[in-house]
Nanobody
Framework: VQLQASGGGLVQAGGSLRLSCAASGSTFTINAIGWYRQAPGKQRELVALINRGGSTNYADSVKGRFTISRDNAKNTNTVYLQMNSLKPEDTAVYFC???????????WGQGTQVTVSS
């Protein structure tokens, strides 16, 4: 499984960005796709997750502001993270992650920088 992340950038506080994670390869083995972020000097943390059934999970810090969704078009395996009302504390490198069904195997995409200016 390969993951290609895109959509980061620089935005002012209160603004919006949308991240995309395109999965390719053996995507039928994927259980869930999520977004993690890592700010300088901090541990990587889960931001949002969507599983095969469409159930979602969010970090408390982003609930009500971020929305994770999946493109259900045929032959498309893309997950989006819509980020609204961005705050400076959302500044981090965001990573796309997928975990494999019935396995501890995880896949990571390259990070994409999100910078929110005050």
């Amino acid at each position: 499984v390969q993951l290609q992340a895109s959509g980061g950038g620089l935005v002012q506080a209160g603004g919006s960005l949308r991240l995309s994670c395109a999965a390719s390869g053996s995507t039928f083995t994927i259980n869930a796709i999520g977004w993690y972020r890592q700010a300088p000097g901090k541990q990587r943390e889960l931001v949002a997750l969507i599983n095969r059934g469409g159930s979602t999970n969010y970090a408390d810090s982003v609930k009500g502001r971020f929305t994770i969704s999946r493109d259900n078009a045929k032959n498309t395996n893309t997950v989006y993270l819509q980020m609204n009302s961005l705050k400076p504390e959302d500044t981090a490198v965001y990573f796309c992650n997928a975990n494999r069904i019935l396995s501890t195997v995880q896949y990571w995409g390259q990070g994409t920088q999100v910078t929110v200016s005050s």
